[in-house]
Structures are given as structure tokens and as C-alpha cells.
């Protein structure tokens, strides 16, 4: 069955870098594109960025653009996140989200996320 | 950017009740409507896209309706693993976005 395993969370001071991964498996992962979507504690789903099939064509939410960067490995089966100038308004539990197709823009298959904290 | 608005934002219900949550775009999006529902500590899991076509494994007392701008999810019959947080979301332009999410809860 499709399975997505986020890793590369923890505490990081306001202004420094982190890069998360997402093991996949179960899937042809390079015929997929992959979403990253963010939830702070308490709130609701955030979209990141969107990375094409081939890793040809990235997107990013305003919010993130400029600072982040999303990448894939297909001969890894990984999906990479790196984030540098962190924000404290950037601490949520990150989510990587398959997508329906490649540009459906929708998510069949999520990881169950890990945690990102940015405070001093 | 499509701002997705839900409501209510929560609501009460008991087991075997019909539920409906509603979702409204700030500007038409055909049927490019999805459904989440989400339980605390989990992952969000896809249960209606294009508005209307239930995803795989999902219940059939779930069924979503609408176009254009205004959006509908119903449980015909609210079942205890039902209690959740629903969230429905654009796919029409990116960036994708996500209404504000309906808690329902055991009355």
C-alpha cells in the first residue's frame, strides 16, 4: 500500500535552515506529483509547494516562496523540503501529500507528518 | 488567491443523524471541489473529489454535490468514526486552498 514517511523535524532557532524528507513506497513515485502541506498546532491545512512528476516544475504558497525549496530523488523514491530564514509563524507539523495524478492538485495519500518548531 | 469558506465551523450530532457541511469559493471553480475528513492526531484522508466522486474505500454514506461556488458534503447517517474535522478544498488554481475546517462533534 502507498506509505510516505516525513523525517528532519525538530527545534531550530528563528532564522536558521532545516530539510525535511519523505520516504516513499507502495507506488510508481515518479509518476506522481508530490505536495508538502503544513497544519500549525491548533489550526488548519496550509498547502507548501507542489513538485512535478519529474521535478520539472515547482510551485510555492506565498508565504514560503523565496525561502523554501522542494525537490525530489525519484532514484531515492524522496521527496525533500528545505527551508531556511525560518519564521516562528513557519512551526506546524509538515505533511507530504501525494497527489491524485500529476496537477490534480489533490491528495489521495498523506504522511502523517513531522514537526517543526522555530523558537529561541 | 480562492478563499474557501466552510460552515458551520462546528456542530453537534448524534449517531444516525444526516449531516451536512457546506463550502463556498470566492469565485467559481467548477467541480474542482475535495473533501477531507480529519481525526485528531492523524493525517487528513481524501473522501470526495471533483465535487462528487467518492474516493476508494470511503463509505458510501458520504456524497458531496455543487458547482460553480457553492459545495455540500452529507453523511447520511452518522456513524461514531465519523466524529471528525471535515475540510473541503480547491484544486481549480494553485495555490490550492482549504476552508477553515467543521468539527463535528458527539452531541
Known amino acids: 500500500q502507498v506509505q510516505l514517511v516525513e523525517s528532519g523535524g525538530g527545534v531550530v532557532q528563528p532564522g536558521r535552515s532545516l530539510r525535511l524528507s519523505c520516504a516513499a513506497s507502495?507506488?510508481?513515485?515518479?509518476?506522481?506529483?508530490l505536495h508538502w502541506v503544513r497544519q500549525a498546532p491548533g489550526k488548519g491545512l496550509e498547502w507548501v509547494a507542489v513538485?512535478?512528476?519529474?521535478?520539472?516544475?515547482?510551485y510555492y504558497a506565498d508565504s514560503v516562496k523565496g525561502r523554501f525549496t522542494i525537490s525530489r530523488d525519484n532514484s531515492k523514491r524522496t521527496l525533500f523540503l528545505q527551508m531556511s530564514s525560518l519564521r516562528a509563524e513557519d512551526t506546524a507539523l509538515y505533511h507530504c501529500?501525494?497527489?491524485?495524478?500529476?496537477?490534480?492538485?489533490?491528495?489521495?495519500?498523506w504522511g502523517q507528518g513531522t514537526l517543526v518548531t522555530v523558537s529561541s | 488567491d480562492i478563499q474557501m469558506t466552510q460552515s458551520p465551523s462546528s456542530l453537534s450530532a448524534s449517531v444516525g443523524d444526516r449531516v451536512t457541511i457546506t463550502c463556498r469559493a470566492s469565485?467559481?471553480?467548477?467541480?474542482?471541489l475535495n473533501w477531507y475528513q480529519q481525526k485528531p492526531g492523524k493525517a487528513p484522508n481524501l473522501l470526495i473529489y471533483?465535487?462528487?466522486n467518492l474516493q476508494s474505500g470511503v463509505p458510501s454514506s458520504f456524497s458531496g454535490s455543487g458547482s460553480g461556488t457553492d459545495f455540500t458534503l452529507t453523511i447520511s447517517s452518522l456513524q461514531p468514526e465519523d466524529f471528525a474535522t471535515y475540510y473541503c478544498?480547491?484544486?481549480?488554481?494553485?495555490?490550492?486552498?482549504f476552508g477553515g475546517g467543521t468539527k463535528v462533534e458527539i452531541k
Open positions: 501529500a501525494r497527489d491524485q495524478g500529476d496537477g490534480y492538485n489533490r491528495f489521495d495519500s
Open positions: 507502495g507506488f510508481n513515485f515518479a509518476s506522481y506529483a
Open positions: 513538485v512535478s512528476f519529474d521535478g520539472s516544475n515547482k
Open positions: 469565485q467559481s471553480i467548477g467541480s474542482y
Open positions: 471533483a465535487a462528487s
Open positions: 478544498q480547491q484544486s481549480y488554481s494553485l495555490p490550492p486552498t
